[in-house]
């Protein structure tokens, strides 16, 4: 899978399969619909796409809210999105600027000048463009004008999926990580940095690792204490993760391996 960054920089696509949305987690449900887009792609001997977008939306048009929490960083999506065959992963820069085109400015000068779809896969409740105007009934309007055919995702399939996620964010926050990790298909990870601590868990014998999250918006699971497979350099240790707070921090993360 290529991941592409610059909307400038994108190839000549073929036969394009395309979706958009955050796909925050890369879920069970999120995989399903992954792997039928592929499929598609396959079917005309063409490529799939998945288009998501970095800030996301919500910390752009509302600033002021600090509620948001995501499952995946874009590294992360990126990689469960190869996993499931996906052939390029292209993440739009979300600016005010971009959030302020027409519904028609959009399909024209933005699906159809960068991507020239020939199937937009989508769900029925999407919307997109200046005041969320544009809808699945808008773009099928200009299906015929500009050489696309819609499929739309069934309200009870989007609906499915945004209940995995929502449950997946409830069990995380209640240190139920083996519900989350149903749902999501995988353990759910953490990566940052690694950071200098108090040191003191090495006068007692039991060095740490005290880990420094590089995306403010990651969710964090419950204070507690969880066994963890830790990649560290070049190799898996088994470990001990400990969640909690500690004076002159809000959160913090310290590793025993």
């Known amino acids: 899978m290529i991941t592409h960054f610059q909307l400038d920089d994108l190839p000549p696509f073929r036969h394009a399969v395309l979706t958009i949305g955050s796909f925050d987690g890369v879920h069970r449900g999120h995989q399903q619909l992954l792997r039928r887009i592929r499929r598609m792609a396959e079917a005309r001997g063409g490529e799939s796409i998945v288009i998501t977008f970095d800030p996301h939306p919500r910390s752009v048009l509302r600033p002021d809210d600090d509620s948001l929490r995501l499952l995946t960083t874009t590294e992360e999506k990126a990689t469960y999105c190869a996993e499931q065959g996906i052939d390029h992963l292209v993440v739009v820069p979300f600016t005010e600027v971009f959030s302020q085109q027409s519904p028609a400015e959009y399909i024209e000068h933005f699906l159809v000048h960068y991507f020239s779809p020939e199937r937009i896969v989508i769900g029925y409740d999407h919307h997109f463009g200046r005041d969320r105007a544009g809808n699945v009934e808008f773009l099928r309007y200009h299906a015929a004008e500009f050489g696309y055919e819609v499929v739309e995702i069934a309200a009870q399939e989007v609906n499915q999926i945004t209940v995995s996620s929502t449950k997946i964010r409830s069990a995380l926050r209640e240190g139920q990580v ?8 995988r353990p759910y990870g953490l990566s940052g940095r690694v950071v200098m601590g108090q040191q003191i868990g090495r006068t007692m014998g039991y060095p740490t690792a005290n880990l420094e999250l590089l995306d403010r918006l990651k969710l964090i699971p419950a204070n507690g204490i969880y066994a ?30």
């Open 178 to 185: 083996v519900p989350a990790r149903e749902l999501l298909g």
């Open 228 to 257: 963890v497979r830790a990649w560290i350099g070049e190799a898996w240790h088994q470990g001990m993760l400990y969640i909690g707070d500690r004076p002159g921090a809000r959160r913090w993360a310290g590793y025993d391996y």
